[in-house]
């Protein structure tokens, strides 16, 4: 979400930044021309689609741990190419040109039959599938390979005329290679746990044959949704913009060991129930989709925790007293610990009918009939636990720390009328019922315990300002990434 800054924020930015660096933006001599390839520009500075390739891998280390990640599945995508080149090449086989130009040709005469001359091939790829005709053609060469290899004396024979059994026959065969394949990863990973030592650039060896990591971020910017390599690129660019305050690994280290501390206790104010039993190690995969190791080596986070100790240091005790007293009463404010039936139905059900959803109507004899067993003496967690046995997105219970703003100012008003332990009666929200039990008060903590947070959320709300800023000026970053 984009913010707009204060014009006084800006001017405190400005002096800071002039302060702290004054050549933080300084770009390097401009080369006499710019790389061919570039993909982003930060000023005279370019990102080429070479270093982007090298940049990504790092950016999706956190992802490959996921067996269902878009990075795992190329990954695994790679390793199953690589199998059936080698065996391709054991049994003498290959994929000519000639070969590869009539598949081609019949699948574009197909396309072009089945839209009526409205599609060919070509326009499929580029459009339907967003890639180049030579990365469809190596893609194609590699689906060949595979019947080829699958239809060999060796193994099954030739493949049967019927699409269904031709595929079901490829998958078995390619399945007994990729078993008897030896595979060794230098990154941890879904498939393997443990990373293996196999040398610098190395991201796995397949019967020891090495994956390089070049190789593989030039597969992940072919295959990842153009949304996720965006992200990275903008990473990337912010590190460029931030590299001036980029802290040392060792410096990283002894500022997320003060981090941890502020976790704790940001984790006691947080709403989230769930939360507060999270460590801070997962609570920064969960956030950043990196572990603590990356984050203290990645380039981006060290210059973004860098240019926020800049800004803290410029923080003044009037401001944070303010931000205090403004919120005093709702973020910083005391809380209650409920325990929430939410039923959801459908809005204006009353003039438009239920529209696929339950009535208010019914919503709110199901919050009578919640309420009418916990009153009769049957234990409101074991009410609540049938409830959520149900899996009903739209009616479900959970435990929350309600304050007085936003989303949770109803339950904060309802709460703050029971004493602890007493069921609520059913009221609505906008297109909800509720029924709440207070489990207890949790008083606002002083403004001793939460100064340090509030200093470091100021100096974090006015870095996020600054970069937001250069990113979105079109004469410091330009951005003209397309995946084909």
Same mark, same amino acid.
């Not at 999706?60 to 795992?72: F, H, K, R």
């Not at 009539?102 to 009526?116: E, F, G, K």
């Given at each position: 979400?984009?913010?707009?800054?204060?014009? /006084?924020?800006? /001017?405190?930015?400005?002096?800071?930044?002039?302060? /702290?660096?004054?050549?933080?933006? &300084?770009?390097?001599? *401009?080369?006499?021309?710019? *790389? @061919? =390839?570039? !993909? @982003?520009?930060?000023?005279? &500075? #370019? /990102?080429?689609? %070479?270093?982007? $390739?090298? $940049? +990504?891998?790092? &950016?999706?280390?956190?992802?490959?741990?996921? *067996?269902?990640?878009? @990075?795992?599945?190329?990954?695994?995508?790679? +390793?199953? $190419?690589? !199998? +059936?080149?080698?065996?391709?090449? &054991?049994?003498?086989?290959? +994929?000519? =040109? $000639? %070969?590869?130009?009539?598949? #081609?040709?019949?699948?574009?005469?197909?396309?072009?039959?089945?839209?009526?001359? @409205?599609?060919?091939? %070509?326009? !499929?790829?580029?459009?339907?599938?967003?890639?180049?005709?030579p990365e469809f053609r190596e893609n194609l060469r590699h689906e060949m390979l595979k019947e080829k290899v699958s239809s060999h004396q060796e193994y099954l024979g030739p493949l049967p005329k019927d699409d269904k059994a031709k595929i079901a026959q490829i998958e078995v065969v390619i399945g007994e290679l990729l078993k008897k394949a030896t595979v060794d990863y230098g990154i941890k990973c879904a498939m393997q746990q443990k990373r293996s030592d196999l040398g610098e650039g190395v991201i796995a060896l397949v019967n020891g044959r090495p994956i390089l990591h070049l190789e593989f971020g030039r597969e992940l910017l072919l295959r990842l949704p153009g949304s996720r390599i965006k992200q990275v690129i903008q990473e990337e660019c912010r590190a460029v913009l931030t590299a001036a305050w980029a802290l040392t690994p060792e410096q990283m280290e002894a500022l997320l060991a003060v981090e941890k501390e502020r976790w704790l206790i940001r984790r006691e104010m947080t709403t989230q129930e769930a939360l507060h039993t999270v460590s801070y190690e997962d609570y920064v995969k969960m956030q950043y989709k990196i572990d603590l190791e990356g984050l203290k080596r990645d380039r981006y986070f060290r210059g973004l925790y860098g240019l926020v100790e800049a800004f803290r240091k410029k923080v003044t005790g009037a401001e944070v007293q303010k931000d205090y007293d403004e919120q005093k009463d709702t973020m910083y404010g005391d809380r209650f610990l409920v325990t929430d039936v939410q039923i959801a139905f459908a809005p204006r059900d009353d003039l438009l009918g239920p529209s696929g959803g339950r009535t208010r109507k019914e919503a709110l004899k199901l919050a009578n009939s919640i309420l009418r067993r916990a009153s009769s003496g049957i234990d409101f967690d074991d009410v609540t636990r049938e409830v959520n046995e149900k899996r009903d997105g739209t009616f479900f219970s959970r435990r929350l720390r309600v304050r007085n703003t936003g989303n949770g100012r109803h339950l904060y008003e309802q709460a703050k009328l029971l004493p602890d332990g007493q069921v609520s009666r059913p009221f609505e929200t906008l297109a909800e019922v509720h029924v709440i039990r207070r489990e207890r008060w949790i008083p606002a903590p002083p403004f001793e315990d939460v100064q340090d947070l509030i200093r470091q959320r100021l100096a974090f709300l006015m870095a996020h300002d600054y970069l937001e800023e250069q990113m979105t000026d079109p004469k410091m970053v330009e951005i003209r990434w397309s995946p084909n």
């Open positions: 979400m984009t913010r707009t800054a204060h014009p /006084l924020r800006w /001017l405190s930015i400005v002096l800071v930044l002039s302060a /702290l660096s004054p050549t933080a933006l &300084r770009a390097e001599e *401009p080369p006499t021309q710019p *790389p @061919a =390839d570039w !993909v @982003a520009r930060v000023g005279d &500075r #370019y /990102l080429t689609k %070479e270093r982007l $390739a090298r $940049a +990504v891998v790092w &950016r999706v280390m956190q992802d490959l741990t996921e *067996p269902g990640s878009g @990075a795992t599945t190329v990954l695994k995508q790679m +390793v199953q $190419a690589r !199998v +059936v080149a080698q065996e391709a090449e &054991r049994l003498g086989l290959r +994929v000519t =040109d $000639a %070969e590869l130009q009539a598949r #081609y040709q019949q699948l574009d005469t197909r396309i072009r039959r089945m839209t009526n001359g @409205a599609k060919n091939l %070509e326009s !499929v790829i580029t459009r339907d599938q967003g890639l180049t005709v």
